[in-house]
């Protein structure tokens, strides 16, 4: 046993597979977060035995690869292609902060600084990968522990940032020790360690469930359509719209004041001018009149089409036969005596909804080889419309937006008393997939104290409370809805005060500190040889 575990302690491709594997096993529905400690620790082994930047995030690379393929395997399910590129890219940027974090491991300073920095690089790395046109935030470290809410409840605090900078800068010290055996690392290794759970159990213990005064009836639509057939499996649109609202009226009653139907719900297309579609102008009546009806908000999601004028054309718009228009993955909201409103998509799946970077790929494709006009999928929502619900408002979360807690943050911000999301997990089948997108939405519950609404056209949809508690889970492939006594909140966390101050303390950090080791080793190069003097 013992000349197995020197071979892997000593063997870069036994450390890879071995941390690969272990990480891979770390997210939901895998109920073993705590193998990221293990992980990420024969990270920094592999770090320490390689000779260069270059030789570490070789070695590196195949771990990478095998996490990023057991967890997020259901991509290929979707689109083979699509899910194998994503697999590949993904693992390759992940290798951009080991090298940086093999350059402060050669630094000779103190092991506290190295170990600080080392997990400044990768929380910066995360950080920016949120920035991004190939934006991709479902392997950020902290997500693994989404289903342990009552052990993070400090990331209402530092966002789920805090969770990747407690593993990492745990496991660099711990390296670290490992090395130097210093007294003073077991001791900053302990605090490190058992602070962040204590943090939580003290938030837990003196905050308790904040009392809302108001409190909303809202009713959550699962339809359970299948999206690999036109309508839903339906014989046209309007028998999926009927189906909608058959479930809608089992479970509403005369006090229902929202009514949530997923992503993709209404299945034919929504326009914005009337006169390019009879169904969908009969739709938005229809829906229109039922929110004055029940005296109820509707929020359904569904593909939308913006037209527009010469004069306010975006950058990169499809051509049309009469004007130019962009297809947006969109909320729509249906509110008593008021007209529809949209709320476009803003953080989209990189190659499956929108082509990365198209503006910069137009605009270098000086032979115009490709019609990125029309290839460039949906259109990039900007704008922070929620929708109002009585005396409060919610945002409409779309799918992907669920895991941006930076873009949340605007809407808790500018008073959102819950936060709503719609989406649908259909696309990547009884897969680990659905699993982890809804105990992602957890975490956002912690970190902005608000309770969260969730429709899923397949499933899971439900009721997450403010300290990550789930109070309604709907089994997944099922056809159902239910009603639900939502709590209005207004207060403001730190982190709804203070967004991701964390990670960007921590990348300043990082830079500022290679700029100085820069500097430093390029003014000892510019240094004259003392000269010797004989006497």
């Known amino acids: ?208 469930h904040q009392k809302s005064q108001e409190k909303q009836e809202v009713v959550v639509v699962q339809p359970n359509f299948d999206s690999y057939q036109t309508n839903g499996g339906y014989d046209n649109s309007q028998e999926a719209t009927d189906h909608l609202l058959h479930l809608t009226g089992s479970v509403r009653t005369k006090n229902t004041q929202l009514v949530v139907w997923p992503e993709n719900a209404i299945q034919n297309n929504m326009f914005n001018q009337d006169t390019y579609s009879d169904v969908a102008t009969d739709t938005k009546k229809m829906l229109e009149a039922k929110a004055r009806k029940w005296d109820a908000t509707i929020i359904a999601g569904a593909t939308y089409f913006q037209f527009y004028n010469k004069k306010n054309e975006p950058e990169l718009p499809y051509p049309g036969r009469r004007r130019s228009y962009l297809p947006f993955n969109a909320a729509l909201g249906f509110i008593p005596g008021k007209p529809m409103q949209v709320y476009r998509k803003h953080n989209l799946v990189p190659i499956v909804e929108r082509v990365p970077f198209v503006y910069f790929l137009n605009d270098i494709d000086i032979f115009g080889w490709v019609n990125w006009n029309s290839d460039q999928g949906y259109g990039r929502g900007e704008k922070t419309n929620q929708f109002a619900v009585g005396n409060t408002q919610t945002p409409a979360l779309v799918c992907y937006d669920s895991v941006f807690p930076g873009w949340i943050r605007n809407f808790v911000q500018k008073g959102a008393g819950y936060l709503t999301i719609i989406t649908n997990d259909g696309w990547w089948g009884k897969s680990s997939g659905y699993e982890q997108h809804f105990a992602y939405a957890r975490l956002r519950a912690l970190e902005f104290d608000r309770w969260v609404v969730r429709s899923a056209n397949n499933g899971i949809s439900g009721i997450i409370a403010p300290d990550g508690s789930i109070q309604v889970e709907t089994g997944y492939w099922k056809t159902t809805a239910f009603r639900y006594q939502v709590p209005v909140i207004q207060t403001q966390t730190f982190y709804a005060q203070f967004g991701d101050w964390l990670p960007i303390l921590l990348l300043i950090l990082t830079l500022g500190s290679l700029g100085y080791f820069v500097i430093k080793i390029n003014f000892a190069v510019d240094q004259p040889n003392p000269v010797e003097t004989k006497i």
């Open 1 to 208: 046993m013992k000349r197995t575990v020197d071979y892997i302690w000593n063997t870069k491709w036994a450390l890879a597979l071995t941390a690969g594997i272990l990480l891979g096993l770390s997210y939901p529905p895998i109920p073993l977060p705590f193998l990221e400690f293990p992980a990420f620790f024969l990270i920094f082994r592999i770090i320490n035995l390689s000779t260069s930047a270059r030789e570490a995030a070789y070695w590196t690379y195949p771990a990478f690869i095998i996490w990023n393929l057991i967890v997020t395997y259901w991509l290929m399910l979707a689109t083979l292609a699509g899910g194998i590129a994503a697999i590949i890219a993904n693992s390759a940027v992940m290798t951009v902060p080991v090298m940086f974090q093999y350059y402060f491991q050669k630094k000779k300073t103190y092991p506290w600084l190295i170990a600080l920095l080392q997990a400044g690089s990768w929380l910066g790395y995360e950080y920016l990968h949120h920035q991004w046109d190939l934006a991709w935030p479902w392997l950020t470290v902290g997500n693994a522990w989404a289903n342990t809410p009552q052990l993070v409840r400090y990331v209402s605090v530092t966002g789920y940032w805090g969770i990747s900078f407690w593993v990492l800068f745990s496991c660099a010290l711990a390296y670290q020790l490992y090395k130097n055996q210093h007294t003073s690392l077991q001791v900053v290794l302990g605090i490190i360690l058992f602070l962040f759970p204590l943090w939580s159990l003290e938030i837990t213990f003196f905050s308790g």
